[in-house]
Nanobody
């Protein structure tokens, strides 16, 4: 059974940093695109960042220069380093993985086959 488990969320003041982790189990994702999404209260889930199996990355405009996505294939884990956090970054953050190997990264939710349960990030002003 494939599982994606996020961790690292919490409460932080504006300007602070958090590092989210997403540990995968049940299969290896070293040849798969993986991404992070977030959903704020009352809003739709939105794309945040993605990383391809080659290490190429893609970010939504609002986090460029502040967030960094990375992966450790040996640990079957993807990370999201979040710096200079703002109150508008408050949301539940979800990890996602595409099931097809060697695919290009995409921002659409339908591209991702596996999802974690989410981790809460709250940024206070």
């Amino acid at each position: 059974q494939v599982q994606l488990v996020e961790s690292g969320g919490g409460l932080v003041q504006a300007g602070g940093s958090l590092r989210l982790s997403c540990a995968a189990s049940g299969r290896t994702f070293s040849k798969n695109a993986m991404g992070w999404f977030r959903q704020a209260p009352g809003k739709e889930r939105e794309f945040v960042a993605a990383i391809s199996w080659t290490g190429s990355t893609l970010y939504t405009d609002s986090v460029k220069g502040r967030f960094t996505i990375s992966r450790d294939n040996a640990k079957n884990t993807v990370y999201l380093q979040m710096n200079s956090l703002k109150p508008e970054d408050t949301a539940v953050y979800y990890c996602a993985a595409n099931g097809a190997p060697r695919s290009s990264i995409r921002i659409g939710m339908s591209f991702y086959d596996y999802w974690g349960q989410g981790t809460q990030v709250t940024v206070s002003s």
